[in-house]
């Protein structure tokens, strides 16, 4: 069975498949409930690195339990902190991937959720943390009780990027309505 595109998740996987190879230091910014760190585990394999950043207990809980049930396989870490401090966490120009999911913790409450200055700082921290040729990858969630104020932020972030070091991709599905993810993607040229 075919993964549904029609998902931003989804749509972003397919664009870090050609960024991430076995061996790879993967990084999670946005834990959650450890969907996208197991998705990095297994496409970084047995060789790579993953580590994982969310600022909630249960996050954690929740991400520690899916991969003690989904792998028996893959260096990973899980952090308790806020992904402004990755650069705490991994050295400069050694990352692969960097994934963002932004907004809340899904079955969480939402009113812990991604805020616009941390999430620039971890943003702007990631840019660093890339190998020439790795990628950002950020989901967008925007709309009733996440923040219009973090998309517009980011979008206004992504739209200053210097072109002759990042390529900055912003999907858009256009036809669906009240406010739907917005996928986008920097790969580091330099």
Not at 159 to 169: E, I, Q, S, V
Request: neutral net charge; contains cysteine; aromatic residues 8%.
């Amino acid at each position: 069975m075919k993964d549904n595109i029609g998902q931003a998740v989804v749509w972003c996987r397919h664009m870090m498949r050609e960024y991430i190879r076995p061996g790879a230091l993967c990084i999670d910014a946005t834990m959650g409930n450890g969907n996208d760190t197991e998705y990095l585990c297994r496409m970084a394999g047995e060789s790579g690195r993953v580590l994982a950043f969310d600022i909630q207990k249960e996050a954690l809980a929740h991400t520690r339990e899916r991969l003690s049930n989904a792998l028996d396989f893959c260096n990973y870490e899980l952090i308790l902190d806020t992904h402004s401090r990755m650069k705490e966490y991994v050295s400069a120009g050694s990352a692969d991937v960097i994934v963002f999911n932004l907004g809340y913790l899904p079955g969480g409450d939402h009113a812990v959720a991604t805020k616009p200055d941390t999430t620039l700082e971890a943003l702007a921290q990631s840019l660093a943390l890339l190998k020439p040729g790795g990628m950002v990858s950020i989901c967008i969630y925007s709309g009733g009780d996440s923040g219009f104020a973090e998309r517009d932020a980011v979008l206004r972030w992504l739209g200053a990027l210097d072109g002759r070091r990042y390529l900055a991709l912003v999907t858009q599905y256009y036809n669906r309505p009240n406010h739907p993810p917005i996928p986008a993607m920097v790969v580091r040229l330099k």
